[in-house]
């Protein structure tokens, strides 16, 4: 099969869409921009930090960290709820940030606890998405599909990344 070439789309050791994995098993290199926020967050470790030990350990050290903010947050929040106590439209405010951070920490500690499933079930759906999309539409359709849905994933990726950048330094 010919290899489809998307430049700037995936991440610099992964140029190529579709890639050989040992001999057999084609994977589709979709998730490249999508893993961003999950390396960024401390969610899920990018390949060439997994490789190494002391490189996995920092950065257990800085999930810790983020798991830590999160916390802190919520705990700050608490604390402007008991002193904005006889201010209603406060006190709502506060307990909508609390409960979105409640949240937040809770999905974050999941999906931290559970990296070896959430890295297992993102492997097996570039590997599992290339011949399910081969039964679908002939080879040369495939090529426009995909570019078209990497290129509208990944502005809505960096969107959500520069949203989230602005509204935290905001």
Not at 119 to 140: D, G, M, N, Y
Request: proline letters at 4%; a positive charge.
């Amino acid at each position: 099969m010919k290899r489809m070439r998307l430049p700037g789309f995936n991440s610099t050791s992964e140029d190529t869409l579709f890639d050989l994995q040992q001999g057999e098993f084609k994977r589709l290199n979709l998730l490249g921009i999508q893993l961003r926020p999950l390396h960024l967050f401390g969610i899920l470790p990018p390949s060439s930090i997994a490789i190494s030990s002391c490189k996995s350990f920092l950065y257990n050290i800085f999930t810790a960290a983020s798991l830590l903010s999160l916390v802190t947050h919520i705990v700050s929040e608490v604390r402007a709820i008991y002193e904005h106590r006889n201010k209603m439209e406060m006190v709502t405010a506060l307990t909508f940030q609390i409960t979105l951070f409640i949240y937040t920490t809770t999905l974050t500690s999941f999906f931290v606890f559970h990296r070896k499933q959430l890295a297992r079930l993102l492997e097996s759906l570039e590997v599992q998405f290339v011949s399910l999309i081969e039964k679908v539409w002939s080879p040369t359709r495939h090529e426009p599909i995909i570019r078209e849905a990497s290129k509208q994933a990944s502005i809505l990726t960096w969107s959500l990344l520069t949203l989230w950048w602005v509204i935290f330094f905001a």
